[in-house]
């Protein structure tokens, strides 16, 4: 009968638009054809519902996956169940004239109804076979498992006494404890025990509960509670953390000033460094007039040369890799400068900050056109220069045709223009333009017409002068002018360069 089949765990699999269920049967309606499980999963999933019910047309397959034993369907109640109408599933359970259970086909009209199967009991009390020769084959299949139980009781038996025989009279008998099991089943219970049907089924409502919250009150509280007792309960954004880096002062400090630097002039253009300071650029003459008053009180020429050329190499090694580059697994991968000199002062500077790449392993071709009468300051560094292992040029056909790592570009300066119209000039800036290497100015010219290169760095000497776009990225160094020689000009100083001596600086 139908009520055999309560209690069986069965997949029921309506098509792909339903999917597949499966659950335990908790009700059969042979009369509307339906068929309901209890405590239902819907592909693999738990569902929220705590019993789900199918009609016949909707079931594509069934299959029964455990059929519960003697008594265990009987907690499910008397439900009344009837027979199967002429549109019902394809096999009904009958009772044959011997009393046991018999599978009988009848046509059906749907293939897709659910089908009643014969409920599986005792082998030894009732046979499920629909032909004498199944029964025969039942028949014998339980025969030979029964024979198989036999055997294994049976060695069991002499499996037994033969321990009991070889343990020893004084070994006490081990007994099995359930304490550790017990305990792990506990955890399990207490960790997995959650009925999962008390998954509320809808979702939480995040807008009504957030209009539940009075935010304007709630700080009104809190700051009459700050304003009550004296106390902040809440940071700004000025105001200094609880806790503190490891460079950071404890102590409280006065107010970072950013402009420590003015110059008496109206500024036409301003810098600033990493730091946020301020650096104004100044006039040509006022630079003119810083440099010679420094050399009043004895920052001489060649001192400055020295500190220029130190920087600039500085820089310059920078620029070709440093430590990446200038190691001793990298001799082999020499980095190669193109200096560019011209018969004045900037030139001068250039071949000081040549004999320092010199001297750092750095291979450096210097270019200076030939002059019947040099400058005492061009003669001393090229004395200097001569004690290296860099190469002197005065032909531009000496230059490499490859392109080289950097080229220092000391050909302008303003005092100077007429050197502008020499043909050795014109041939060097072609030269330049057409290695295509990266460009590094010393000490450029304000005007832009004055620069026959266009650079990708610039370095400024003690202030920077308001330079243009083809200075490129303006860098400033320390050429060691004391604070109050800014003073006799005219100039409130304070320095910028922090721990370096060549700093960038950027457009204010």
């Known amino acids: 009968m139908a009520t055999d089949w309560l209690g069986s765990i069965v997949s029921i699999n309506c098509g792909d638009s339903l999917g597949v269920y499966q659950g335990r049967v908790s009700a059969v309606d042979q009369i509307s054809q339906t068929i309901s499980l ?34 265990e369907n009987q907690h499910f109640g008397d439900l009344h169940q009837t027979e199967l109408g002429p549109s019902g599933v394809g096999y009904q359970v009958g009772i044959n004239q011997n009393g046991t259970g018999k599978l009988v086909k009848k046509p059906t009209s749907s293939s897709s109804a659910p089908q009643n199967i014969p409920k ?28 198989s139980l036999s055997q294994s009781k049976s060695f069991r038996r002499r499996h037994n006494s033969w321990s009991s025989s070889s343990r020893h009279p004084n070994q006490a008998t081990p007994k099995k404890s359930g304490l550790k099991n017990g305990q792990m089943k506990n955890k399990d219970d207490e960790c997995f025990g959650d009925d999962i049907e008390e998954i509320p089924d809808t979702d939480f409502d995040f807008e009504g509960n957030l209009a539940l919250f009075d935010k304007a009150a709630v700080f009104e509280e809190i700051d009459t509670y700050e304003r009550r007792t004296g106390t902040r309960s809440r940071g700004i954004p000025n105001e200094r953390p609880t806790r503190y880096r490891h460079d950071e002062n404890i102590l409280e400090s006065e ?27 100044v006039s040509y003459e006022l630079h003119k007039k810083l440099l010679s008053v420094a050399e009043k009180h004895g920052l001489t020429l060649e001192r400055r040369l020295e500190m220029t050329g130190v920087c600039a190499s500085q820089m ?40 320092h790449l010199a001297n750092h392993d750095v291979q450096v071709i210097l270019f200076l056109p030939n002059f019947v009468k040099m400058l005492e300051s ?46 050795w000039y014109k041939a060097a800036v072609a030269w330049a333009n057409r290695n295509r290497a990266p460009v590094l100015s010393i000490d450029p010219p304000v005007h832009e017409g004055e620069q ?21 990225r303006v860098y400033l160094c320390d050429i060691g002018l004391p604070q109050q020689v800014f003073q006799e000009v005219g100039i409130s100083y304070h320095s910028p360069f922090g721990c370096k001596f060549v700093i960038p600086l950027h457009s204010a």
């Open 255 to 281: 107010p970072i000033v950013y402009r420590r630097i003015t110059v008496p002039h109206n500024v036409s253009k301003e810098f600033c460094t990493d730091s946020g300071l301020v650096v104004p650029s």
């Open 316 to 355: 310059a090694l920078t620029l070709l890799g440093g430590p990446n580059r200038l190691n001793p697994k990298n001799v082999h991968q020499r980095p190669t400068v193109a200096l560019l000199c011209g018969p004045h002062v900037k030139g001068a500077q250039g071949i000081s900050c040549g004999r």
């Open 120 to 147: 599986r009991t005792d082998v030894k009390s009732q046979d499920v076979a629909v032909s004498p020769q199944q029964q025969q084959c039942s028949k014998s299949y339980v025969d030979r498992h029964t024979e």
């Open 38 to 71: 209890t405590r239902p999963f819907h592909n693999g999933v738990k569902c929220l519902v705590p019993e789900v019910t199918f009609r016949a047309g909707d079931i594509t397959e069934l299959k029964i996956l455990e059929i519960p034993g003697p008594g």
């Open 452 to 472: 026959g290169i266009d650079a990708k760095w610039s370095l400024a000497l003690g202030l920077p002068l308001p330079l243009g776009e083809r200075a490129g």
């Open 378 to 423: 061009i003669t001393n560094e090229l004395s200097l220069f001569s004690k290296t292992q860099g190469q002197q040029v005065s032909n531009l056909k000496d230059l490499p045709t490859s392109p080289v790592d950097l080229v220092i570009n000391c050909l302008d300066c303003p005092e100077n223009a007429f050197l502008r119209d020499q043909p």
